[in-house]
């Protein structure tokens, strides 16, 4: 009797072990189907597919050839800097995919495990021009030209100054107050400039701390550098700045007269007149028409890069007329694609310009023939940077006006 209770136990046991396992089995079955129905896949995985690793062999060990049906991780493309050639602004990751299931280029995706979250989209996704390298190449052609110090370059190992660490001591004590204004008069013009320059390059300012900095003048040293989006150049400082500068040379006499005579009675006030405003420097910051019309014809350098909008380029030689360096890089509308006034890259009086000297054309799709009609009938030749053969109108229209 015993025995035969043992074995009908033992039958029962491998029984219910039988029904838990293909209830398992079940189970199983339907989870995988229904994690098919989602991925809207058609194709069944194999078993074959089911059996290898998670990782490719080479990433487990570390040595060793993956196999032949491993999806090899998408490599990053190498780091070009921006002007060179293969150098490309849209880093959006391309979608591909594998086995039914999005799979994403690096660096947020052929890798193990899920997507990245969301917060870390904007470290992958960055525009290259909101970083420091960017700023300063765009700002090349300009600086190089001005002579500016080494410590202003992004990277340089130079050390900067102590006058400069004090006036950027300064500048963050009293950057977010109303006392700003009142403490910049005692900065001496050419601090206010290196320390323009440094944070044009490395941390823009704000329309708000940057007019502050350059006080009732408008300008520091006679250059004014502003950074967009956000940032513009402001024509009412431009407009009011040259019209106290005419009227107080060259208004009434006798207002003249008793202005001059209350500075001499007035033995404390500052006897240097401030510079005229030479040097204008935007990067993606906008230039309405009426601010173009508004520019001082004093301006020997000036630097137009990344406009957000086109502008009528062939109104500078009548505004600007003592131009020796003009940078008008990375706009595409250059090529008379986008651009609103067609032609009017063509119609610009080059010959005008008697002072011009550098001429930037880098990333504007601007065809190199363009040299022969900006150098002709001069004596001395403009250096042109940037032109190339990409261009086919431009390329045309400047061969046939060449006389």
Same mark, same amino acid.
């Given at each position: ?272 007149? =401030?510079?005229? &405003? @030479?040097?204008?420097? $935007? #990067?993606?910051? *906008?230039? +309405?028409?009426? !601010?173009?019309?508004?520019? =001082?014809?004093? &301006? @020997?350098?000036?630097? $137009? #890069?990344?406009? *957000?909008? +086109?502008?009528? !380029? ?11 360096? $003009? ?77």
């Amino acid at each position: 009797m015993a025995s035969k209770r043992g074995g009908h136990s033992r039958e029962s046991h491998s029984d219910s072990g039988r029904q838990v396992n293909n209830l398992l089995g079940a189970l199983r079955g339907e989870q995988f189907r229904h994690q098919q129905n989602l991925l809207r896949s058609k194709l069944h995985a194999t078993s074959s597919l089911q059996s290898k690793p998670t990782l490719p062999l080479d990433q487990i060990f570390g040595t060793g050839s993956p196999a032949s049906g491993d999806v090899e991780p998408v490599q990053p493309a190498p780091f070009r800097e921006p002007g060179q050639p293969g150098h490309r602004r849209d880093r959006r990751p391309p979608v591909t995919l594998i086995e039914g299931v999005p799979t994403y280029a690096y660096p947020n995706g052929a890798v193990p495990g899920p997507k990245p979250p969301k917060s870390w989209i904007p470290l992958f996704d960055g525009d290259e021009r909101d970083e420091p390298a960017w700023r300063a190449n765009a700002f090349k052609v300009l600086l190089d030209d001005l002579g500016a110090e080494a410590w202003l370059r992004d990277g340089s190992h130079a050390v900067m100054p102590l006058a400069m660490l004090c006036a950027q001591t300064i500048l963050k004590t009293y950057g977010e107050s109303e006392a700003l204004v009142d403490v910049v008069q005692y900065i001496p013009p050419h601090l206010k400039r290196d320390l323009i320059r440094w944070h044009t390059v490395h941390r823009p300012l704000s329309n708000s701390k940057l007019y502050a900095l350059c006080g009732e003048e408008g300008h520091a040293d006679g250059e004014l550098l502003v950074v967009g989006p956000h940032n513009n150049l402001r024509g009412d400082v431009i407009k009011g700045r040259e019209r106290t500068r005419a009227f107080s040379q060259g208004g009434d006499d006798g207002e003249q007269t008793a202005t001059s005579s209350s500075r001499a009675d007035d033995w404390d006030a500052p006897t240097d007149t =401030p510079a005229s &405003l @030479t040097v204008i420097g $935007l #990067l993606e910051s *906008p230039l +309405p028409s009426s !601010v173009i019309f508004s520019l =001082p014809p004093t &301006l @020997t350098h000036l630097a $137009l #890069l990344a406009l *957000p909008h +086109p502008i009528p !380029v062939h109104r500078l030689p009548r505004q600007c007329p003592l131009l020796e360096v $003009l940078d008008i890089s990375f706009n595409g509308w250059l090529s008379g694609h986008d651009d609103p006034y067609p032609g009017t890259f063509n119609a610009v009086d080059w010959k005008r310009w008697g002072y011009l000297r550098i001429l930037g054309l880098r990333e504007c799709g601007v065809s190199k023939y363009i040299v022969h009609k900006v150098n002709a009938n001069r004596w001395t030749d403009v250096e042109v940077i940037g032109a190339d053969d990409s261009s086919r109108d431009v390329h045309t229209i400047a061969r046939s006006n060449v006389p």
